[in-house]
């Protein structure tokens, strides 16, 4: 099976590429790349004149929600979601029920991946039994069943001490540990970010403290440990200083930011709509720059979405009553291009790397890279595709978007994992 | 004016005027109030839904009241033995309510922007009765009446609101109206209870009750809820009260017409002295009185004004 993409505008941040060419892939993986390259007669060809050819993007950070909570979804509905968003590849959190805190769970997700997934599944395993900040998960055989990295992600592990060993025990691994940075004493009973907004609507706040705090505990854990730390969903100028400061003294540290953080505060929340409901909250304007500016500058490695589906009963009621989250993976990479690449925030090539490269170097993934012998995971962008959000057509089984009505210029034209075109 | 609104959601939405209308509608009101027959037949066939979530003695009562003297059908519906016990959304239960086709909709919910919520969902008007920490419009018009009434005038006077300032509804209804009505507006309390950024809706802030009240035209005290301790907001009601109390040695260096306001209930020996709550500074039960007045003026506007 033979492929060859012709004329488009190739960008490998890996291999240093940013010109048109054509990519030849043979066998499911990267033949060669060239201008005019002559594939033998009858090879399948996609004319990619005009659109942008990308190493597979690559989502760290999805909540797919099976075993256990099909209802908001599925592998195979989150898999497509992610497919029609551009990602030939996502890792899903742990907590589902039962939570993936043992290698059945992880040899389960990777089964159902297998066989229903249409882009690749990478599980995170839970550093707590049960997600409960008691006692540490079996790691090694996690490690072993395929988990590519730790997390009790939606909780914070908050004594200190467990959190140390776990970091202690990933390391023979090679595994990061993922931090979900949040004091929840600090956070108590809080619904949105703390500040003028929550002042006025009488919504509880959660300071940035709860989350500047945390990722200060951890980063001297990372230091004292000497484990591979990466905070997930930053969102305050604060972390963003200490993400900073710490990588310049040569911590072993790495964040990633999600879409929403990226572009939203919490002004939005005064509509009381629970899609503008998640963890941590949207934070201000201010929060929202020192976020911009540090995924530009590599201080933020990469875009996660944190794609948190939920159905429409635990999203449509009171404000505090409401689930945190909002799904992600098909927005993501139209909001992005628009919002921050079309407005010149941050330049195409840049953005590529942090949806590619960033986060498969992070996790130490295949991908990433278009060199000759990859994996043909493949991202293929329209620039010039008009687009509306409209959550009724999600492939997702859940609608909880705050983009909801968005409209922008430029979004994922094709995707395909190991050569072949995903149909989401 | 017209009034064109369909919901009463909040202080922070009224336009000035908008303000001025229903003191000046309420006024009228309370010339019905004090005849010997107490009913006008101003909203007959008209039907009003108390929606109460949280216990409510007064403002339920005052709405009840409100409706019947301007002779609306008034249906009383409280969580309790309801629907909502059975773990009925609060959308499902108002859709329903709604099918049976009410005029307005009374809601007072412990979640803020819950009667946002119902507002958008219902084409009745909707009117908020207080959600948790956010808002409590009557209240705040009852206070305005209140005080235009004693003092004559609002614009160029001094408030001082005293108390849980972070957790109380009052205070932000109160805050948004009183500045609308060149009211200046200073906060008091310890600082776990006020909110952050308190500042920027443009009162001042105090965090000493003897300098908040010295030049106060009106002191507003705020109730106290006892589990206050259990947050870290204080360390113990008697420590609260020996230092936020407020007390007639306290109130001696102030004015002398000074007026002691209290959104009720008070907690007798907590925040209010009980000499200072039955002293002649206490407008306390005027406000009560004015409540009537003003949710007859809010109905009027919202359901009978408008020649349906």
């Not at chain 1, 550093?127 to 540490?136: D, F, P, S, W, Y």
């Not at chain 2, 443009?202 to 106290?224: Q, T």
């Amino acid at each position: 099976m033979s492929l060859l993409i012709r004329n488009g505008r190739v960008i490998d941040p890996a291999g240093g590429a940013d010109g048109v060419q054509d990519v030849w892939i043979a066998e499911g993986r990267i033949h060669k790349m060239g201008k005019g390259l002559r594939a033998p007669a009858g090879t399948e060809t996609v004319d990619a004149t005009g659109k942008v050819v990308c190493p597979g993007f690559i989502d760290i950070h999805v909540h797919l929600r099976e075993p256990g909570f099909e209802y908001k979804e599925t592998i195979a509905s989150g898999t497509r979601a992610a497919a029609a968003g551009g990602f030939t590849a996502v890792a899903c959190m742990a907590n589902t029920f039962p939570v993936n805190d043992n290698r059945a769970v992880t040899d389960y997700i990777l089964a159902r991946a297998r066989v229903e997934g249409v882009v690749r599944v990478y599980p995170i395993g839970a550093v707590t039994r049960n997600l409960e900040g008691k006692q540490l998960a079996e790691m090694a055989e996690q490690a072993e069943a395929g988990c590519v990295a730790f997390s009790d992600d939606g909780k914070c592990v908050m004594n200190a001490e467990l959190y140390r060993r776990a970091m202690e025990y990933a390391l023979p691994f090679g595994l990061p540990v993922i931090s979900h940075a949040e004091d929840c004493h600090l956070g108590r009973d809080s619904t949105m970010n703390e500040g003028l907004v929550s002042t006025e609507l009488g919504l509880s706040g959660q300071p940035a403290a709860a989350e500047d705090v945390m990722v200060a505990r951890d980063i001297i854990l990372a230091e004292l440990t000497g484990a591979h730390l990466h905070i997930a969903h930053i969102s305050t100028s604060g972390a963003v200083r200490l993400l900073r400061d710490a990588k310049a003294r040569g911590v072993r540290v790495t964040a990633e930011v999600t879409p929403h953080h990226l572009l939203l505060t919490d002004e939005l929340v005064r509509s009381y709509d629970p899609n503008c409901k998640m963890a941590p909250p949207l934070r201000t304007k201010r929060d929202v720059e020192a976020c911009l500016e540090a995924l530009v500058d590599g201080t933020i490695d990469c875009v996660a979405t944190d794609h948190a589906p939920h159905a429409l009963s635990e999203k449509e009621g009171e404000f505090a009553e409401a689930a945190n989250g909002v799904v992600g993976l098909e927005t993501a990479v139209p909001l992005l291009l628009d919002r921050l690449v079309r407005r010149g925030v941050i330049d195409l090539p840049t953005l590529v790397t942090r949806l590619s490269t960033g986060p498969a170097r992070l996790l130490n993934l295949p991908g990433g890279s278009l060199a000759p012998g990859a994996s043909a995971d493949i991202t293929i962008l329209d620039l010039e595709r008009p687009w509306t959000v409209d959550p009724a057509a999600f492939r997702s089984r859940s609608r909880n978007t705050p983009f909801a009505g968005f409209t922008g210029t430029g979004a994922p034209w094709m995707t395909l994992v190991g050569g072949a075109k995903v149909t989401p | 004016m017209g009034w064109k609104r369909k919901d009463l959601l909040g202080m922070q939405d009224l336009e000035t005027a908008e303000i001025t209308d229903v003191l000046d509608t309420a006024l009228s009101m309370k010339e019905i109030a004090a005849r010997e027959i107490k009913k006008v037949p101003t909203l007959r066939g008209k039907t009003i839904v108390n929606l109460f979530y949280e216990s409510s003695t007064r403002t339920r009562t005052s709405f009840e009241i409100a409706g019947k003297w301007l002779s609306a059908d008034v249906i009383n519906f409280s969580a309790s033995g309801s629907s909502a016990e059975k773990g009925e959304s609060l959308l499902d239960t108002a859709r329903n309510i709604e099918a049976m086709s009410p005029d307005v909709v009374v809601v007072r919910h412990k979640a803020s922007g819950a009667p946002a919520l119902l507002a958008r969902h219902l084409r009745c008007s909707v009117v908020n009765a207080g959600d948790g920490a956010h808002e409590h419009p009557t209240q705040a018009l009852l206070d305005l009446l209140t005080i235009r009434e004693k003092k004559g005038h609002l614009e160029g006077l001094n408030v001082t609101i005293v108390g849980d300032v972070t957790h109380s509804r009052v205070a932000r209804s109160d805050i948004f109206g009183m500045r609308k009505m060149g009211i200046t507006v200073t906060v008091a309390g310890p600082p776990t209870l006020i909110p952050p950024q308190c500042h920027e809706l443009g009162v001042k802030v105090s965090h000493r009750l003897e300098e908040a009240i010295a030049h106060a035209d009106v002191i507003m005290m705020l109730r106290l809820q006892h589990e206050r301790m259990q947050g870290g907001f204080i360390p113990s009601i008697r420590e609260y009260s020996r230092v936020w109390g407020l007390t007639l040695a306290k109130l001696a260096p102030c004015r002398a017409d000074v007026l002691i306001m209290h959104p009720g209930p008070v907690n007798r020996g907590v925040e209010l002295a009980p000499e200072v709550a039955d002293s002649s500074y206490s407008v306390i039960l005027d406000q009560v009185a004015n409540g009537v007045a003003v949710r007859m003026a809010v109905l009027y506007l919202l359901a009978g004004s408008k020649g349906a």
